[in-house]
């Protein structure tokens, strides 16, 4: 037979008892106290697993939202490419670069627009007054374009873009609308953006017309978002 002794055990009060061999002619048994042996080395490992950190308190919960961050970028480089409807009444495709662009630079010839069937989407592009960022306007809602951005886009620092880039950019759908601007705008639940009427009207009729060689909204300083500028062919006498 063997006797047990209380172990101080977890800080539950539950005790753990080990076996304690007897003598046997005044020897111990040699199994038994290696198997005492372990279980006391396991009972220390439990009870030291089980303390409580005493400093360990979990953080208070401020409600402040999480900011992410963006990594710095060196240089003159693309920053992000993502779908506007923050500006007027358009929904546009935005590119915002790490640096001011040049501003007398061919963009159109320099960037692409194709939809997913690879088919080339016609417009303009348009450079914001910071000079770091092009808007792609009167694209559709919920649809997938590609954006190339070929070699030699000049920053005004003289930098250069050395190799072509190539960004997939979801547009997504168009907020609720509830009602109709003066200005031919449908405005949403919450803030003026909206999906514009009039404008997508002269749009697809300019498109039509053999005699516009061109268009593009107007400078801020001619109306901005809300007029466009109309480059026509000469009549034929």
């Not at 490992?45 to 970028?73: H, T």
């Not at 915002?96 to 040049?102: A, H, I, R, T, Y």
């Not at 000049?154 to 072509?164: E, F, L, P, S």
Request: with cysteine; charged share 20%.
């Amino acid at each position: 037979m063997m006797r047990t002794q209380p172990l101080d055990g977890p800080a539950d009060g539950t005790a753990l008892s080990i076996p304690t061999p007897r003598r046997r002619n005044g020897r111990f048994n040699g199994s038994l106290m290696r198997v005492a042996a372990a279980v006391l080395i396991a009972a220390t490992a439990l009870v030291a697993g089980c303390k409580r950190d005493g400093g360990g308190q979990l953080p208070q919960a401020s409600g402040e939202a999480i900011v992410v961050k963006r990594e710095a970028v060196k240089g003159f480089a693309l920053v992000a490419a993502y779908p506007d409807q923050k500006r007027g009444d358009e929904l546009a495709i935005a590119l915002e670069f790490s640096q001011p662009l040049v501003g007398t630079q061919d963009f159109d010839q320099l960037l692409a627009v194709t939809d997913k069937n690879g088919a080339a989407v016609e417009g303009g592009w348009v450079l914001d007054e910071g000079g770091k960022i092009l808007r792609f306007p009167h694209v559709e809602a919920s649809k997938d374009y590609t954006v190339t951005i070929k070699p030699g886009l000049t920053a005004a620092a003289g930098d250069r873009i050395g190799q072509a880039l190539t960004k997939q950019v979801y547009t997504g759908p168009l907020e609720p609308v509830v009602g109709f601007a003066s200005q031919g705008s449908v405005l949403p639940a919450r803030d003026s953006r909206g999906l514009p009427v009039l404008k997508n009207l002269v749009d697809r009729m300019l498109r039509q017309r053999a005699d516009v060689l061109a268009f593009h909204s107007a400078p801020t300083a001619q109306g901005g978002t809300g007029a466009v500028l109309v480059l026509l062919a000469r009549r034929r006498r």
